[in-house]
């Protein structure tokens, strides 16, 4: 399994708690701390129901699959419209844990090639589909903080 993910967090180094968002609410911390739980949802260590009906995932995982960046400003039914208490003692403590959170990944899948978990919006995901989400979504709140992918 390519491990691009390890590399992009490399540009988290730019990032500073002050460094402001070109759009939404989240600060630098709670970007970092948003990528932990999607993380977490991908190497089995959270478990988290699809909001979406079945019926709308075969579109939502077309639309995940293309090369369409996510919506600026969407609001996560998960989260909702309030930021979410932060969990680590500072940014940097948060950084450390996703790149801890994205080695448990690889290694999950690398032990389980065929394990399907839940993403909240887009269903059930195999590693194929996960590699494609994380990316798409590294890059989303990256550019959220104008860090370069």
Known sequence: MDKILLEKISKLDDLQPLTKQLWGKMSAQ???EHLIFAIKLSNNKMKAACFNPPEKIPVLKKFMM???PFPREFINPVIGENLIPLIHNSLKDAIRNLSIEVEDYYKFFEENPDAVLTNPTFGDLNKEEWVV???KHFRHHFEQFGLIF
Request: proline share 0%; no cysteine; charged share 20%.
């Open 30 to 32: 709670h970007m970092v």
């Open 66 to 68: 293309s090369s369409r």
């Open 133 to 135: 989400f994380h990316e």
